[in-house]
DNA sequence: GCCGTTTTCGGCCCGACTGTTTTCAGTCG
């Protein structure tokens, strides 16, 4: 059982109650726990079988109850309070909510007086006039449901980190227009990296908030307003985005930014730590008994209340209030930390440009060394070498090599893990290369022993350097191979192989979590861009932002070295 | 339901916008 299955669970049971008006801070209970254990990085199921429910009690948020719920889970995938909450209510109907404006009390009354337990349902009785009289429900409420319905069917999820930047740049380069903004602010979800990004979240300082609502809603780029309000505006995008933006004076910048950077539960948590001060943090403010004493600066916020700035990257509601009091704050990575990429194809397999295109492109990016890594044999559908063939692409690197100056292209490939653990070129191959990039391209849905034995023979091998995305999962597409990354963690920090965060964006592969653990184990990250055309090396910074979610600093990461530590880094497993 | 360097009971973040409401509940950030 995965941690985010058990996750799943466990929301869900938090929606039920709602539907039940149970106390909202039992809700929250369970709506904590689940995310607290989305963004564990050790497994549940094995804590369980190591440490029991006492085990499980450690984890913030999971207590008796909590931890009894999740035993059974374990054992029988499922908990009878759950069973019989779901009795109740068929799933049909949980997926009422999720349409926008539709909340738990909304859809009980739509369950009690009009049977209406399904979204299709829910559409037919309004086009019917069926909720005609029910009280609460007049035409405005039933054709912004209807609009909502729509958009729900429109759009598929959560975003990738490198759309929504994409999107949000083009809104902020037309907010930037209006002339009563003063500072513009990408915050939310956005401004912190996550992986993935339900909405775009846009804050602007002004002395003249209505004037900024007013151009905004009427950007090109905006299809119809949810909500529009002096300080606070939500719009749906042309292209389904949601966008939402708040607009504060500009001595509340600092509060406001921290605020709409989030998460929530970071927020409430700096705001519990306040209260227990006799202060009050708002998005306009810090305030003791109603004067506010700070807010001009998110440093001041922090300050407040006793805490070094925290990047937003680590603002998650974990642990880095305890490190900020500590001043245990990491020196996060930087972009311009990295030296160099250490995962890239060129048209000797699928890649799009020449070795000495993409060599050129690096240099301007003031890289000091790439290397080339061209998939193996077995690898057919993305024109994998054969051992013949990429003697040939060697040479070839030998001979640019000698055109530059304080430039190296390493001589490497992307070699194939076969299933039983062996490698797609030989040794004396391998030998010949500076860097063995090694990765799983094939039987992907191997049994977690099988996979996690697979992976680690490979690292066993000298000649291997780096494992690259070393879980498979493809965000929003396919789910990570079944691994037990406990065992492959120790086995990379017993056999010094490092592991890669590869900066595909819909890859992000070690995840934040991930890499913090490998940290934590001593386990040093290569951050490469696995790019198959030259201008998406600029993924790069993708994958430090990832890399800083993951709190990782320079030297947790191989290739901020200049290319002579680099070189001996590569050359210490032989 | 969880939690505690004052507490094992009694708190639990704080605010904006909408629609249909005669004064605020519901939903959302
Ligand atoms: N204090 C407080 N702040 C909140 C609450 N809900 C949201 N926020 C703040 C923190 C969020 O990061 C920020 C933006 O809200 P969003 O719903 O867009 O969430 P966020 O961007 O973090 O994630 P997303 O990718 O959009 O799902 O607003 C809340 O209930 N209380
Ligand atoms: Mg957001
Ligand atoms: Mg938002
Ligand atoms: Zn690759």
New binding site residues.
């Given amino acids: 059982m995965e941690n985010s299955e058990i996750a799943k669970i466990l929301w869900e049971v938090s929606e039920l109650?709602?539907f039940k008006s149970e106390?909202?801070?039992?809700?929250?209970?369970?709506q904590?726990?689940a995310r607290n254990i989305e963004g564990l990085p050790l497994s549940l199921e094995e804590s369980y079988k190591s440490g029991g429910i006492k085990a499980l009690?450690e984890?913030?948020?999971?207590?008796?109850?909590?931890?009894?719920?999740i035993e059974e889970i374990i054992k029988t995938g499922d908990f009878k309070?759950r069973k019989e909450l779901l009795k109740e209510f068929p799933k049909s109907f949980l997926e009422m909510?999720?349409?926008?404006?539709?909340?738990?009390?909304?859809?009980?009354?739509l369950l009690k007086k009009r049977g209406i337990d399904s979204i299709e349902k829910l559409e037919k009785a309004i086009k019917s006039g069926a909720l005609k009289g029910l009280?609460?429900?007049?035409?405005?409420?039933?054709?912004?449901i209807l609009q909502?319905i729509t958009h729900k069917k429109k759009t598929i999820g959560r975003h990738l980190l490198s759309e929504a930047h994409e999107y949000a740049d083009l809104i902020i380069n037309q907010m930037g227009k209006i002339k009563e903004i003063d500072q513009l602010l990408a915050a939310?979800s956005l401004r912190r990296q996550q992986e993935t990004i339900?909405?775009i979240?846009i804050l602007a300082t002004s002395k003249n908030?209505e004037a900024v609502?007013h151009a905004f809603v009427k950007l090109p780029q905006v299809k119809r307003?949810?909500?529009?309000?002096?300080?606070?505006?939500?719009v749906i995008l042309k292209n389904e985005m949601?966008a939402?933006i708040?607009?504060v004076d500009p001595k509340c910048f600092g509060a406001a930014a921290h605020?709409?950077t989030?998460n929530?539960l970071h927020?409430?948590?700096i705001?519990?730590m306040?209260?227990?001060l006799g202060?009050?943090?708002?998005?306009?403010g810090v305030?003791k008994n109603d004067k506010q004493i700070a807010g001009k600066t998110e440093e001041e916020v922090f300050e407040s209340v006793g805490l070094s700035y925290i990047p937003p990257e680590l603002r998650e509601g974990s642990d880095e209030f305890e490190a900020a009091k500590k001043g245990n704050l990491p020196q996060l990575i930087n972009y311009p930390d990295i030296r160099g990429d250490l995962h890239i194809h060129s048209t000797y397999s699928d890649g799009a440009n020449t070795i000495s295109e993409i060599a050129e492109f690096a240099i301007k990016m003031e890289y000091e060394y790439i290397a080339i890594t061209d998939h193996t044999q077995s690898t057919r559908v993305a024109r994998g070498q054969t051992a013949r063939e990429i003697i040939k692409e060697l040479e070839h690197i030998d001979e640019l090599n000698s055109s530059y100056k304080n430039f190296k292209i390493l001589k490497g490939a992307e070699v194939d893990i076969l299933p039983d653990g062996t490698l797609d070129y030989k040794d004396e191959l391998l030998k010949e290369l500076d860097v063995v990039v090694a990765a799983v391209h094939s039987r992907f849905k191997m049994k977690k022993d099988d996979m996690t034995k697979r992976i680690c023979t490979a690292m066993k091998n000298k000649y291997v350097n780096i494992i690259s995305h070393p879980t498979g999962r493809i965000i929003r597409r396919r789910p990570p191979y079944e691994l037990d990354m406990e065992e492959i963690l120790k086995t990379a920090s017993d056999t010094g192989t490092y592991l890669e965060l590869n900066s595909q964006p819909d890859r992000l592969d070690l995840s934040d979590v991930n890499c913090r653990r490998a940290k934590e184990m001593g386990i040093l990250i290569a951050i490469n861009t696995d790019a198959h055309t030259k201008e998406t090396l600029y993924f790069m910074q993708f994958g430090v932002s990832t890399a800083r979610r993951g709190w990782l600093e320079a030297k947790n990461v191989i290739n901020t070295n200049p290319i002579a530590k680099l070189m001996k880094l590569l050359y210490a497993k032989r």
């Fill in positions: 109650l709602e106390n909202p801070f039992k809700i929250r209970a369970y904590k726990a009690k984890i913030p948020g999971i207590g008796e109850a909590i931890a009894e719920h309070k909510i999720e349409v926008q404006g539709i909340g738990p009390k909304t859809a009980m009354l009280v609460g429900f007049g035409e405005k409420k039933e054709q912004n909502g939310g339900g909405d979240d908030p609502m307003i949810l909500a529009q309000g002096p300080t606070k505006s939500s949601q939402d708040r607009v605020y709409f989030g929530k927020n409430i948590k705001r519990e306040a209260v227990k202060l009050k943090i708002s998005e306009y305030f």
